[in-house]
């Protein structure tokens, strides 16, 4: 028997339906989690009625100039609603790749741990700058 805790099972984003008598495509694990942390960055806060510290405030840095101030902001932004919102994991460091700014593209890359676990997972957010 594992010592780890396990993740849990959940229905894929977005829905996506094998059959009708197969019901919904179930995921778990890690692809669970990174599925998770997608959903909080790209969901406004106040998006949700019924949960409205849920999201982020990423949208406000869609038209703003890439500098160094912009992106302390930005990854704060990140951090803060990871950790508000998704608690099986934790932060461990956020870093950009910038080679595709020029094309509107902003690579975020998350290291973060699993609580729990003894392991350290990485996963790129794709931010679209336009």
């Not at 890439?66 to 508000?84: F, Q, R, T, Y």
């Amino acid at each position: 028997m594992s010592d780890q805790l396990p993740l849990g099972l959940g229905w894929a984003f977005p829905p996506k339906f094998i059959s009708a008598q197969a019901g919904p495509l179930i995921i778990g694990h890690e692809t669970l989690i990174q599925q998770a942390i997608s959903i909080v960055l790209n969901t406004l806060l106040g998006e949700r009625a019924l949960h409205s510290q849920y999201g982020s405030r990423l949208s406000n840095f869609c038209f703003n100039s890439v500098d160094v101030a912009v992106l302390a902001d930005l990854k704060e932004e990140i951090a803060n609603a990871i950790m508000l919102n998704e608690p099986r994991v934790t932060l461990k460091e956020i870093k950009y790749d910038s080679t595709d700014i020029y094309e509107g593209l902003l690579n975020i890359q998350l290291q973060y741990k699993i609580n729990g676990r003894n392991e350290v997972s990485n996963m790129v957010f794709p931010y679209y700058l336009n």
